[in-house]
């Protein structure tokens, strides 16, 4: 209260001295002469808000690098960072609603290319960045990533990395102790095989950590990509599956149930960071989580392809997890957020970036030198002509936020029950329900 008093006093001094000196705009009467003075505005203060949910292993490790950069280049802008945890921002989202309602919003957060940012854009919480969008950027960046954060035909973020979810993490020990070729791994049925060969010799084949849900629901999306094949993903996403009979979606929660007969007993009581603990510690052979392990494997310690490897299920699709910052029109200090999104934009920060995170960069003219042998491959493939790009179900990229919401709780039911019928007719029913009344993407992926 004291210091309120202070401030408050001292620029009522500061607005006195400024009349007495005539710098306070408009006219003012000295005796009989009339002076003109002009108006003048306050700088922005020098602060940068930021909110986003790398709290983890490599992530949290990556952001702080870039946070060193931009201060290196930005000396007098100082960074209010407010790290939510809570693993793909599911505690940051709650957060930041409260902060949006309040009409006090961060300077910039992170969030999910596609429909996760569409309730912002809608309800004009977010300001467009064009100007941002910088020919180099329009030039380097993939068109589908740009698609991604476009609405309206203008853009709204900035992306600092693409992440792959489809992929299935394992220790290289465990996988030579009892002479598993990982490239004999080359479909779902493979995977089951190798499953059952590890259980039957007492090792745990999948780590799981569903205690926030969504690991569950992205560990079911890879299966529906290896078991339902892109077309059946893209009819999945634009709202097309809305028969609780349909083969392939029965085919494919039947999939997922015998996957789960493989994860460790207490998986509802771990993250997926500590399910990527089982396997780093040996206790679990793998586990289905995003390139975001990779970040954690490394941050523990273990060098790629000779402590931990990677099998990409299918192995011709890019399954996308694109981490964007964007510019809320209520921001206290827009301008410091303009400089951190287009500082974003560069090969410095991303090369800064991704090769902690495990991550890969945007731009697809980064070199390749920072990165790791699987980092190097997933860049190749992302941008392989032949490689097929869908957004991710699970991160908020392919389908209206209330799905997604269903969702979750669909598959953390199932998790439990595993019951096909009962599953299939949820899913089915939240697609009627919240998909389409929600649909604003008609999603071409094939």
């Known amino acids: ?10 620029v009522s001094f500061l607005v006195l001295g400024v009349i007495a000196s005539g710098c306070i705009g408009g006219q003012t009467q000295t005796g009989t002469a009339t002076v003109t003075v002009t108006k003048s505005v306050a700088p922005e203060q020098n602060v940068l808000e930021i909110y986003h949910w790398w709290t983890a292993g490599g992530e949290k490790q990556a952001i702080e690098a870039v946070f060193k950069k931009f201060k290196d280049k930005y000396p007098n802008i100082e960074i209010k960072a407010n790290p939510v ?5 599911v505690n940051m989202k709650m957060v930041l609603q409260s902060l949006m309602l309040a009409g006090k919003p961060p300077d910039t957060f992170q969030v999910h290319a596609g429909y996760e940012m ?5 309800a004009k919480q977010l300001t467009p960045i064009d100007d941002i969008w910088t020919k180099d950027m329009r030039d380097h960046y993939p068109k589908v990533i740009q698609q991604m954060v476009m609405f309206n035909g203008h853009y709204y973020a900035v992306p600092i990395n693409v992440h792959r979810a489809n992929v299935v993490w394992y220790n290289k020990h465990i996988f030579e102790k009892y002479g598993i070729d990982p490239n004999s791994i080359k479909s779902f049925d493979d995977l089951m095989r190798v499953a059952q060969e590890l259980k039957s010799k007492g090792v745990t084949p999948f780590a799981l950590g569903d205690r926030n849900k969504w690991p569950a629901t992205h560990a079911f999306e890879v299966v529906m990509l290896s078991i339902g094949g892109v077309q059946f993903y893209q009819d999945f996403i634009n709202g097309k599956i809305t028969d609780p009979n349909n083969p392939t979606l029965k085919k494919v929660l039947e999939a997922y149930a015998e996957y789960l007969n493989y994860v460790n007993s207490d998986h509802a009581a771990k993250t997926w960071d500590e399910a990527c603990g089982l396997v780093y510690k040996g206790d679990a052979a793998m ?9 954690y494997f490394k941050a523990k310690g273990w060098k790629p392809d000779v402590d931990y490897g990677a099998i990409v299920l299918p192995s011709n699709v890019y399954d996308l997890v694109i981490d964007t910052f964007v510019l809320p029109a209520k921001a206290a200090h827009p301008e410091a957020a303009k400089k951190w999104l287009s500082f974003i934009g560069t090969v410095e920060a991303q090369n800064t970036f991704n090769p902690i995170k495990g991550s890969i960069p945007a731009r697809d003219d980064a070199p390749l030198d920072p990165y790791g042998p699987i980092q190097k491959k997933f860049i190749k493939d992302l941008r392989s002509p032949s490689t097929k790009l869908v957004p991710s179900i699970t991160h908020g990229s392919a389908v209206p936020p209330a799905f997604l919401s269903d969702l979750n709780d669909i598959i953390s039911t199932f998790v439990t029950n595993k019951n096909v019928d009962e599953t299939a007719k949820s899913i089915v029913s939240a697609v009627k329900q919240d998909l389409l009344p929600n649909k604003i993407k008609e999603w071409k992926l094939t």
């Not at 945890?85 to 921002?89: C, F, R």
């Not at 569409?118 to 809608?122: D, G, N």
Request: charged content about 15%.
């Open 1 to 10: 209260m004291k210091k309120a008093v202070y401030s408050l006093l001292l």
């Open 287 to 295: 586990t289905i989580m995003g390139d975001w392990a990779n970040g």
């Open 85 to 89: 945890s809570g693993g793909a921002g």
């Open 118 to 122: 569409a309730p912002y854009v809608k």
